[in-house]
């Protein structure tokens, strides 16, 4: 009898710990992260070359938007939608090659709340959520000055995108009126070059 009593008084702190270490912060990636930590935390975040392959009309457009812009991404290290868009994500932006684009990402776990209220400023209620920011933002990392931070979106994708993740994010940079009258001024010189110089031809 005493053996076994030895045995459980052995085992059992074994089990709980166990148990304590398997519902502690290693299930969730919170807070500000970069993408190289995120896919060495969590190796299925990490675009597969070749595994998704972006429309490229799409990102024809995004390779020519010239404006800061900003991608805040809130995502869970435990949802399955954000493991399949933010790695489609990251290999869209790796294709467009575009430096006027920047992103930030933020780990929430299921409640989808942080301590300092972040989530709460962005009305964050599913994930993945893709928020489209105009300016390159340095987001502060405490509770201050939320209401500056959250001005000036674009737009957003929520957990789901309603054609793909990078033609909604076209999509969604159109809504940008001073470079959508950037580009329309922009095809209208080309038509009017084209004219020209079929006039010149004939």
Known sequence: MRIVSTLLLTILPLRFGFAQEGSSSKEYLLGWVTPDSLCRACPEFQPIPGAYQPAERALQLLR????????????????????????????????????NFSTRLFGLDRSKKDAAGFA????????PTFIFLSGDRAFSSNGHAFAEQTQNELGRITETPAISIEQDWADILKHNEAWARKMEWERRLYLWLVSITLFAIH
């Open 64 to 99: 020519c938007y010239d404006e800061p812009a900003t991608v805040l991404i809130f995502f869970g290290s435990w949802c399955g939608d954000s493991k399949r868009e933010v790695p489609r994500f990251y290999a869209a932006l790796d294709r467009v090659a575009n430096k």
């Open 120 to 127: 709460e400023a962005f009305g964050i209620t599913r994930v």
